[in-house]
């Protein structure tokens, strides 16, 4: 066990000195967990080997899973990926800092676990001042996947990440909740054509606009299959301890089926949880269940749907009984945490 520092800081004005002691810790081979405009990521120098293989025994997450490397300068891109085509400037120059991944040829200064052993690697610039300070004070690009234990909801606030890996990690930097709290968009560059191979904080719509022709691949895979080439391919990802159970069609078909097999789960002795947009609230409130709202809009419900399934891990849910939404915009991503959560259930109604 290691005994895990917590450090505030206000993502305005980050405390300098904390974050050198942090950089510090990364320099030394340890492991530091940081918000960012997504959730919140669990770093390591992204050019020592061993210092990586920690990330994995941290989070329990197999090698087979790759993780991204975080810059905090666009001059970095060059030490980090090798044969960068112009397309990945493009991209970057609008897009970052902010959540988009590229997946690019992997440089020979990324060490091979970085990358699950494959020659790509995925790096972005997360839009948030406290890892930028931190990787800047470190002046390292930093490998991180999300700050959580693997397949558990990703961790959006420090509590979060204190609850699964406190007591494994070194150091955790408190910088308030995590604001879009879904994972990054990661556009695959090595292709012929782009893939998006995990729809994110970037609407596939958005990217089509410099590229009409990229394409949305959806993998579902499992640890010890071949082709996870970037994070969040795993068909179980995401998930909190109680069973999750998806409802998709008109909502008023939805509303009635959710309804009936809360109703029907409750009677069998079952913990009831429902995740909602405060809109459908009311359907609900008169049956025996617990309800976390997830806000009025996408965003909302974006940000606070890790969150919400937490705590009703935390109040002893046996099962979650969520309504898919639109898949459009960002509702794609809400849709692809969703199914992979309940690892590709949908009810039929």
Same mark, same amino acid.
């Given at each position: 066990?290691?005994?895990?520092?917590?450090?505030?800081?206000?993502?305005?004005?980050?405390? +300098?000195?904390?974050?050198?002691?942090?950089?510090?810790?990364?320099?030394?081979?340890?492991?530091?967990?940081?918000?960012?405009?997504?959730?919140?990521?669990? $770093?390591?120098?992204?050019?020592?080997?061993?210092?990586?293989?920690?990330?994995?025994?941290?989070?329990?997450?197999?090698?087979?899973?790759?993780?991204?490397?975080?810059?905090?300068?666009?001059?970095?891109?060059?030490?980090?990926?090798?044969?960068?085509?112009?397309?990945?400037?493009?991209?970057?120059?609008?897009?970052?800092?902010?959540?988009?991944?590229?997946?690019?040829?992997?440089?020979?200064?990324?060490?091979?676990?970085?990358?699950?052993?494959?020659?790509?690697?995925?790096?972005?610039?997360?839009?948030?001042?406290?890892?930028?300070?931190?990787?800047?004070?470190?002046?390292?690009?930093?490998?991180?996947?999300?700050?959580?234990?693997?397949?558990?909801?990703?961790?959006?606030?420090?509590?979060?990440?204190?609850?699964?890996?406190?007591?494994?990690?070194?150091?955790?930097?408190?910088?308030?909740?995590?604001?879009?709290?879904?994972?990054?968009?990661?556009?695959?560059?090595?292709?012929?054509?782009?893939?998006?191979?995990?729809?994110? $904080?970037?609407?596939?719509?958005?990217?089509?606009?410099?590229?009409?022709?990229?394409?949305?691949?959806?993998?579902?895979?499992?640890?010890?299959?071949?082709?996870?080439?970037?994070?969040?391919?795993?068909?179980?990802?995401?998930?909190?301890?109680?069973?999750?159970?998806?409802?998709?069609?008109?909502?008023?078909?939805?509303?009635?089926?959710?309804?009936?097999?809360?109703?029907?789960? +409750? @009677?069998?002795?079952?913990?009831? $949880?429902?995740?909602?947009?405060?809109?459908?609230?009311?359907?609900?409130?008169?049956?025996? +269940?617990?309800?976390?709202?997830?806000?009025?809009?996408?965003?909302?419900?974006?940000?606070?749907?890790?969150?919400?399934?937490?705590?009703?891990?935390?109040?002893?849910?046996?099962?979650?009984?969520?309504?898919?939404?639109?898949?459009? $915009?960002?509702?794609?991503?809400?849709?692809?945490?969703?199914?992979?959560?309940? @690892?590709?259930?949908?009810?039929?109604?």
């Amino acid at each position: 066990m290691t005994n895990t520092l917590l450090f505030r800081l206000d993502p305005a004005a980050p405390d +300098a000195a904390l974050i050198e002691r942090a950089a510090a810790v990364l320099h030394d081979g340890g492991l530091v967990a940081f918000p960012t405009e997504t959730v919140y990521g669990l $770093g390591a120098n992204a050019t020592d080997a061993a210092a990586v293989s920690r990330i994995f025994a941290a989070k329990g997450r197999p090698a087979s899973d790759p993780v991204i490397v975080h810059l905090y300068d666009l001059a970095q891109l060059e030490q980090v990926a090798a044969n960068v085509p112009a397309l990945a400037y493009d991209l970057a120059r609008r897009f970052w800092p902010g959540p988009l991944t590229l997946v690019l040829r992997r440089a020979a200064v990324i060490p091979p676990n970085v990358s699950a052993g494959m020659d790509t690697v995925a790096v972005r610039m997360p839009n948030h001042p406290i890892p930028l300070a931190l990787f800047s004070a470190a002046a390292l690009p930093v490998a991180a996947p999300s700050a959580n234990r693997f397949a558990r909801p990703s961790a959006t606030t420090a509590a979060h990440v204190l609850e699964d890996l406190g007591g494994r990690i070194d150091v955790v930097l408190d910088g308030g909740p995590a604001p879009i709290g879904l994972e990054s968009t990661i556009l695959d560059l090595t292709k012929p054509v782009p893939e998006v191979l995990r729809p994110g $904080g970037i609407p596939l719509e958005t990217l089509r606009e410099l590229m009409p022709d990229v394409r949305l691949i959806s993998r579902q895979l499992q640890p010890d299959e071949a082709g996870i080439e970037a994070p969040g391919m795993l068909l179980k990802h995401y998930s909190p301890h109680a069973e999750v159970l998806l409802f998709t069609r008109d909502t008023a078909t939805v509303i009635a089926c959710m309804q009936a097999a809360a109703q029907q789960r +409750a @009677e069998a002795g079952q913990r009831v $949880g429902i995740l909602t947009l405060d809109a459908e609230a009311a359907y609900f409130e008169h049956l025996p +269940a617990l309800l976390f709202r997830l806000g009025t809009d996408l965003p909302q419900f974006a940000t606070n749907l890790f969150r919400g399934m937490r705590e009703l891990d935390r109040q002893a849910a046996d099962v979650i009984l969520v309504h898919m939404v639109e898949p459009t $915009g960002l509702g794609i991503a809400i849709n692809d945490r969703l199914l992979r959560a309940a @690892e590709g259930r949908i009810m039929e109604c």
